[in-house]
C-alpha cells in the first residue's frame, strides 16, 4: 500500500496490485479530516489509518463511502464516532451486498463449491493472499443524502455528487474544486478492466463526461493508480468500444460469452484482469435484451465464465 499526496490537502492510498478488492481511499486533510472509502478488510483499513497518520493530526471527524460494495466499506467501523456520509441508497444495499460473512464463507468454503464453480474457487485462491474478512461488522453510514451534499471544511467546499447507477446503485463522487481533486470511487477504474453490477453504459458515460467537465487536475480512481483526465477519457473509449462491439457480436447471434471470447481487446488487453471483459459484455447484451439495470447477477456463474475466456484467450485467469 502506497500513500500519495495528490494536492496541498489531499491523500491517497493506493493497493499497488490493482485486482479486486484493491480499492483506494482518500484523505481531504482539513477541517477535522475526512476519509473517502475504508478498503476491504482490517488489516488494510489498519494499514491505510497509519499512513494517513503519518500526515493528519488525529482520526478523521467524518467518512465517505463512495458506493455499497465492500471494498470500499468494510473500515468503517474502525473510525468510531465519526459521521458516516453516503448516498440514501447505501444502507440498505450494503445490508444486501456487503454481508461480510458472505466473504468469509466463501474463502473458507471455496473448495467444497469448486468442483462445480472453478471460478469461486479461482477467486478464492486470490483473495486469501492478501484478505482476510474475519472480524467485520457491517457499520452502516450515519448521514444520508440524495442529490448532492457539501462539507465545508475550513473554508473549503467539498461537493458530494450523486451519478449512479454506473457501477454500482450508491456511486458518488467526491469532488474538491479549490484542490483540483475528483475521489471518483468505482465509476473510474485505471489500468485495470471495469465492471458493473447495477447501472447502465448510458449512466456511465455521462458520468464520465461531468467528470471531464470539472476539470480536476487528479482524479483518484476507485481501482489503480492517480491519473488525470486521461483516466476519465481512456475509461469512456474502453466503454463505448465493448457496448459497439457487443453490439456487433448480440446481431450476429453470438453469446456473450462468445463475443468475450472473440472481441479484439486490442490496447485493453494490458489492463489487470482484461477477462473482466466478460462482465461488461453481458451488461451491454442485458441493456439490449431491454432487462432491467438491477437484474441480478449470478456471481459464481460471472467467475466461472471469465475463467473459461481467460483460458480460450491464453491469457491467466486473474479478477
Ligand atoms: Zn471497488
Known amino acids: 500500500m502506497k500513500l500519495h499526496q495528490v494536492s496541498e490537502n489531499c491523500f491517497a492510498v493506493e493497493n499497488e496490485k490493482n485486482r479486486v478488492c484493491d480499492?483506494?481511499?482518500?484523505?481531504?486533510?482539513?477541517?477535522?479530516?475526512?476519509?473517502?472509502?475504508?478498503?476491504?478488510?482490517?488489516?488494510?483499513?489498519?494499514?491505510?489509518?497509519?499512513?494517513?497518520?503519518?500526515?493528519?493530526p488525529g482520526m478523521p471527524k467524518y467518512v465517505i463511502n463512495t458506493h455499497e460494495d465492500g471494498d470500499h466499506v468494510w473500515g468503517n467501523q474502525l473510525f468510531e464516532g465519526a459521521e458516516i456520509i453516503a448516498h440514501r441508497?447505501?444502507?440498505?444495499?450494503?445490508?444486501?451486498?456487503?454481508?461480510?460473512?458472505?466473504?468469509?464463507?466463501?474463502?473458507?468454503?471455496?473448495?467444497?463449491?469448486?468442483?462445480?464453480?472453478?471460478?469461486?474457487?479461482?477467486?478464492?485462491?486470490?483473495?486469501?493472499?492478501?484478505?482476510?474478512?474475519?472480524?467485520?461488522?457491517?457499520?452502516?453510514?450515519?448521514?444520508?443524502f440524495d442529490e448532492r451534499y457539501t462539507l465545508d471544511l475550513d473554508g473549503t467546499k467539498v461537493h458530494l455528487i450523486y451519478v449512479g447507477a454506473c457501477h454500482q446503485l450508491g456511486d458518488t463522487i467526491v469532488?474538491?474544486?479549490?484542490?483540483?481533486?475528483?475521489?471518483?470511487?468505482?465509476?473510474?477504474?485505471?489500468?485495470?478492466?471495469?465492471?458493473?453490477?447495477?447501472?447502465?453504459?448510458?449512466?456511465?458515460?455521462?458520468?464520465?463526461?461531468?467528470?471531464?467537465?470539472?476539470?480536476?487536475?487528479?482524479?483518484?480512481p476507485g481501482h489503480g493508480p492517480m491519473c488525470g483526465l486521461e483516466g476519465a477519457t481512456e475509461l469512456k473509449s474502453y466503454l463505448e468500444y465493448v457496448r459497439e462491439e457487443s453490439g456487433r457480436c448480440f446481431k450476429k447471434g453470438l453469446t456473450s460469452l462468445e463475443a468475450s471470447k472473440q472481441i479484439d481487446l486490442k490496447k485493453y488487453g494490458t489492463w489487470h484482469a482484461p477477462a473482466r471483459l466478460y462482465l461488461n459484455v453481458e451488461r451491454a447484451y442485458?441493456?439490449?435484451?431491454?432487462?432491467?439495470?438491477?437484474?441480478?447477477?449470478?456471481?459464481?456463474?460471472?467467475?466461472?465464465?471469465?475463467?473459461?475466456?481467460?483460458k480460450a484467450r491464453g491469457i491467466a485467469a486473474e479478477f
Not at 106 to 113: D, P, T, V, Y
Not at 189 to 213: A, H, M, Q, R, V
Open 175 to 220: 469532488h474538491v474544486p479549490k484542490e483540483g481533486v475528483v475521489f471518483a470511487g468505482d465509476v473510474i477504474f485505471n489500468e485495470c478492466t471495469p465492471n458493473g453490477w447495477i447501472g447502465t453504459y448510458e449512466k456511465w458515460l455521462k458520468c464520465l463526461d461531468l467528470i471531464i467537465s470539472l476539470k480536476p487536475k487528479v482524479i483518484v
Open 89 to 144: 441508497t447505501i444502507p440498505d444495499r450494503m445490508k444486501e451486498v456487503a454481508d461480510p460473512t458472505e466473504m468469509q464463507h466463501l474463502l473458507k468454503g471455496a473448495e467444497k463449491i469448486g468442483a462445480i464453480h472453478p471460478g469461486v474457487l479461482a477467486i478464492a485462491q486470490q483473495l486469501r493472499q492478501d484478505y482476510d474478512f474475519d472480524g467485520i461488522n457491517l457499520v452502516l453510514p450515519t448521514t444520508l
Open 286 to 310: 442485458r441493456e439490449f435484451r431491454k432487462e432491467p439495470a438491477d437484474a441480478p447477477w449470478d456471481k459464481a456463474k460471472s467467475f466461472d465464465l471469465i475463467c473459461e475466456i481467460a
Open 23 to 56: 480499492a483506494t481511499s482518500g484523505l481531504i486533510n482539513l477541517g477535522g479530516g475526512v476519509v473517502i472509502d475504508t478498503q476491504s478488510d482490517l488489516s488494510h483499513a489498519r494499514q491505510m489509518i497509519k499512513l494517513f497518520g503519518t500526515v493528519w
